[in-house]
């Protein structure tokens, strides 16, 4: 079975930085697109970035220039930088994978369970 695990959220103070991991098993990691997303109280799922299969990448607007994601298909982990933290980035976090599982064909989406990332003074 596919496991998301994501790692690396907690408190910060505005204007310092966090680095999130997604670690992944049973995934076909590198013909993966792999996503981040986060819900904040009260509020929608947004997308963050996404690092496609073939590397490239694409970040929401409010996050460009602040955040970087990346990947090492070696480590099947997904990673997601984040500097100049503000409080609006107060969220849960979520790793989403595009892919298939080891032994099938068809492509699903795997969710993470989330990680809390809480920016305050």
């Known amino acids: 079975q596919v496991q998301l695990v994501e790692s690396g959220g907690g408190s910060a103070q505005p204007g310092t930085s966090l680095r999130l991991s997604c670690a992944t098993s049973?995934?076909?990691?590198?013909?993966?697109?792999m996503s981040w997303y986060r819900q904040a109280p009260g509020k929608q799922r947004d997308l963050v970035a996404v690092?496609?299969?073939?590397?490239?990448?694409n970040y929401a607007d409010s996050v460009k220039g602040r955040f970087t994601i990346s990947r090492d298909n070696y480590k099947k982990t997904m990673y997601l930088q984040m500097n100049s933290l503000k409080s609006e980035d107060t969220a849960v976090y979520f790793c989403?994978?595009?892919?298939?599982?080891?032994?099938?064909?068809?492509?699903?989406?795997?969710w993470g369970q989330g990680t809390q990332v809480t920016v305050s003074s």
């Open positions: 049973g995934l076909i990691f590198r013909t993966s697109d």
């Open positions: 989403n994978a595009k892919g298939a599982q080891y032994g099938r064909s068809n492509i699903r989406y795997y």
């Open positions: 690092i496609n299969s073939d590397g490239t990448t």
